[in-house]
């Protein structure tokens, strides 16, 4: 078996910024990082690739999970369309923090794009507690994210509180992405200023940061059982961060016709859009 490592910044190994899976540091995620990636497990030679890339699982270690993990990536991103330069926008956030300029599967910035349950991966037909992947059945019966053992399977508690990459929505279609913790949320809702507004016909919020640059927050309602409720009126937007109080919810970004948006929280198990972020 490979040996793990941890993460380290090695001199002389230039790289352009942070972009999980672009391991040879050429400003793209390609095959040829899943070979750099490969030698290097094999014969510890950092001189090639860029260590802050190669951390393709956000484990703090470098090691045969994040070859899987970048052939996954890959493997989705032949599916599924991708960022350009274009898809993030700096709104000068204190944090550092870059949205996506579009939802999670979404075309363009005014598409609702997909819906995802708390902690899944990919969109479906019906949404509640007895197709939730991480329950068996019901809000009693969690079998991942618990914090409280009344709510988990047969007294199951593992104390996460946020998604892992592998459960993260926004790293499995957006490369390069994540979804925003309950802070980076609640740092959008009380730096930018909110403006409700049509575009193309669509409602929704108009965030400005405080550089002046704005992003569009398309009204996409939420997903239960086998349709679509509150679109054009309503928007909820996940974050990674699971409630502190009641492990069946989970922390979201909320906002409706004329009011501004704020942080809440709602069931893991109804389809609500992802926006991604990451960190400048």
């Known amino acids: 078996?490979?040996?793990?490592?941890?993460?380290?910044?090695?001199?002389?190994?230039?790289?352009?910024?942070?972009?999980?899976?672009?391991?040879?540091?050429?400003?793209?995620?390609?095959?040829?990082?899943?070979?750099?990636?490969?030698?290097?497990?094999?014969?510890?030679?950092?001189?090639?690739?860029?260590?802050?890339?190669a951390d393709v699982e956000s484990d703090g270690r470098i090691s045969i999970d994040d070859v899987t993990g970048l052939i996954n990536q890959l493997l989705t991103q032949n599916n599924n369309p991708q960022p350009d330069e274009g898809d993030w926008v700096d709104l000068g956030l204190p944090s550092g923090t870059i949205w996506a300029t579009r939802n999670v599967g979404a075309s363009a910035p005014g598409d609702y794009g997909d819906y995802f349950a708390w902690g899944e991966t990919a969109p479906k037909d019906y949404y509640d507690w007895s197709t939730y992947k991480w329950c068996n059945g019901s809000y009693t019966t969690m079998t991942k994210y618990c914090t409280n053992s009344r709510y988990g399977y047969h007294g199951f508690a593992d104390n996460k509180t946020e998604l892992d990459p592998s459960d993260d929505a926004a790293c499995a279609h957006y490369p390069g992405g994540r979804m925003p913790s309950m802070e980076q949320i609640e740092e959008l809702c009380n730096s930018c200023t909110w403006q409700w507004t049509l575009r193309n016909d669509?409602?929704?919020?108009?965030?400005?940061?405080?550089?002046?640059?704005?992003?569009?927050?398309?009204?996409?309602?939420?997903?239960?059982?086998?349709?679509?409720?509150?679109?054009?009126?309503?928007?909820?937007?996940?974050?990674?961060?699971?409630?502190?109080?009641?492990?069946?919810?989970?922390?979201?970004?909320?906002?409706?016709?004329?009011?501004?948006g704020r942080w809440d929280y709602g069931g893991r198990d109804v389809g609500r859009t992802v926006r991604a972020v990451r960190v400048s």
């Open 202 to 260: 669509v409602g929704g919020e108009l965030v400005t940061g405080p550089n002046g640059n704005t992003m569009f927050l398309p009204a996409a309602g939420f997903f239960w059982l086998e349709s679509l409720g509150l679109v054009g009126s309503e928007g909820y937007y996940w974050s990674r961060t699971l409630s502190p109080n009641y492990p069946k919810d989970a922390c979201e970004l909320y906002f409706y016709l004329g009011h501004w």
């Open 1 to 53: 078996m490979l040996a793990l490592i941890v993460l380290i910044s090695v001199p002389g190994v230039g790289h352009a910024g942070v972009i999980s899976g672009d391991v040879n540091g050429d400003g793209k995620v390609s095959i040829d990082d899943v070979t750099t990636l490969i030698n290097y497990l094999l014969t510890k030679d950092a001189s090639q690739i860029v260590l802050e890339n």
